[in-house]
Nanobody
Framework: QVQLVESGGGLVQAGGSLRLSCAAS????????MGWFRQAPGMEREFVAA????????FYADSVKGRFTISRDSAKSTVYLQMDSLKPEDTAVYHC??????????????????WGQGTQVTVSS
């Protein structure tokens, strides 16, 4: 099994920045793709970003492209999400995700093997 623990959420004004971190533990050798999803109240969980094992390839949802940056420290089994130019519509619980498959296949909730508990991000207008 793999455990994922997120940190770094909080309250920020529109236009501000936050950096999320997610540390993996357990059978981390089995992880290939890592990423982030988010879920706003009353909405389905949606894909935000994913990154390959090496960190060399990343994918983003259109809604965050150019504003969010995903990165990964494989030695530490940690993935980060730098969020800039935040908007009120970015408000959600952000969940770390890890998968035994490729990052490019992590677009859907059903494709993810492991989930973190989530961290709240609130962007005020």
């Amino acid at each position: 099994q793999v455990q994922l623990v997120e940190s770094g959420g909080g309250l920020v004004q529109a236009g501000g920045s936050l950096r999320l971190s997610c540390a993996a533990s357990g059978r981390t050798f089995s992880i290939i793709g890592m990423g982030w999803f988010r879920q706003a109240p009353g909405m389905e969980r949606e894909f935000v970003a994913a990154i390959s094992r090496s960190g060399g390839i990343s994918f983003y949802a259109d809604s965050v492209k150019g504003r969010f940056t995903i990165s990964r420290d494989s030695a530490k089994s940690t993935v980060y999400l730098q969020m800039d130019s935040l908007k009120p519509e970015d408000t959600a619980v952000y969940h770390c995700a890890a998968d035994r498959g490729l990052a490019q296949d992590m677009r859907n909730v059903k494709d993810v093997d492991y989930w973190g508990q989530g961290t709240q991000v609130t962007v005020s207008s």
